[in-house]
């Protein structure tokens, strides 16, 4: 099963170390919310910035 989540996040998410989740906090998430700790991937990365894509 794939599972698909985009958030929408203020820019400083990426910089303050208090709102910040690794990857680690995430899968450990992931595998309570699905009540499956045999999951053992996700992928969390930064999508870019889309307004560049509209500006060109």
Do not use: C, G
Request: net charge positive.
């Amino acid at each position: 099963m794939t599972i698909l989540n985009f958030m929408a996040v203020n820019r400083s998410y990426f910089t303050d170390n208090k709102k910040y989740i690794n990857r680690n906090r995430w899968l450990e998430l992931r595998q309570q919310a699905t009540e499956d700790p045999t999951i053992t991937q996700v992928d969390v990365r930064k999508v870019h910035d889309y307004k560049k894509s509209f500006r060109d």
